[in-house]
């Protein structure tokens, strides 16, 4: 148990579906992100959020869509993904941004059909 | 180009066995991590570094400036360490991020 919780762990959709994945953290921090592991890859940076405000999307297609109401809850907001779109997603915080410990949750398996 | 590059990919050991994972980054960085990963997905920060050595238990990592090097140590290895292992290298100052190596698959065999 990280202190930071995703769901659902884990997901089908249809190209055409929407649906969204949610990250909470109980740790106080105020830096969260999300990262995009595919098979055989590297985690990829996706957004990073610090103090509710979006401070990075690392040219992210708009089929997702991050949204952060406030510093303990994180969504990203899935809408006509693709098949490649189909990778583990994975929430982290931290502290702050800049080199603090960071705290992953167990990720969301998302497969595209 | 900021890089971190890990070794091996893939390492399969006897329970008992001293096991070392490395990792070789590029200039620049603040601070370096390593993570594990286990096959549900999750993943948990096990060491930050930026000189010296840390040690928690049976894992020990430690770190060399002047090479651009780090590696990961455990000793009396338990197929419980099974894992992914994962470098990760701090670039960037306060607005900076995370860059990830590949990450090693370790096995430990009873």
């Known amino acids: 148990e990280t202190g930071v919780t995703q769901t659902p762990r884990h997901l089908v959709m249809g190209m055409t579906n929407k649906k969204s994945l949610k990250c909470e953290q109980h740790l106080g921090h105020n830096a969260m992100y999300w990262y995009k592991q595919s098979a055989k890859k590297p985690l990829e940076l996706m957004f990073v959020y610090n103090f509710k405000e979006q401070t990075e999307n690392n040219s992210v297609p708009s089929r997702f869509s991050p949204e952060c109401p406030n510093s303990s809850h994180l969504f990203l907001h899935l809408h006509t993904l693709q098949p490649e779109d189909s990778a583990l997603y994975l929430c982290?915080?931290?502290?702050?941004?800049?080199?603090?410990?960071?705290?992953f949750g167990e990720g969301s398996w998302l497969t595209v059909v | 180009k900021n890089e971190v590059e890990q070794s091996p990919q893939n390492l399969t050991a006897q329970e008992g066995e001293f096991i070392t994972i490395n990792c070789s980054y590029s200039?620049?960085?603040?601070?370096l991590h390593w993570l594990q990963q286990h096959p549900g997905g999750g993943i948990v920060s096990l060491f930050m570094l930026s000189s010296g050595k840390k040690k928690h238990g049976r894992l020990i990592a430690t770190i060399n400036i002047q090479e651009k090097h780090s590696s990961l140590h455990i000793t009396a290895s338990h197929p419980r360490d099974s894992a992914v292992y994962i470098c990760a290298g701090f670039y960037g100052g306060s607005q900076g991020n995370l860059i990830f190596g590949k990450g090693t698959k370790l096995s430990v065999k009873p």
């Open positions: 200039v620049g960085i603040s601070a």
């Open positions: 982290a915080s931290s502290q702050a941004r800049g080199g603090n410990t960071i705290y």
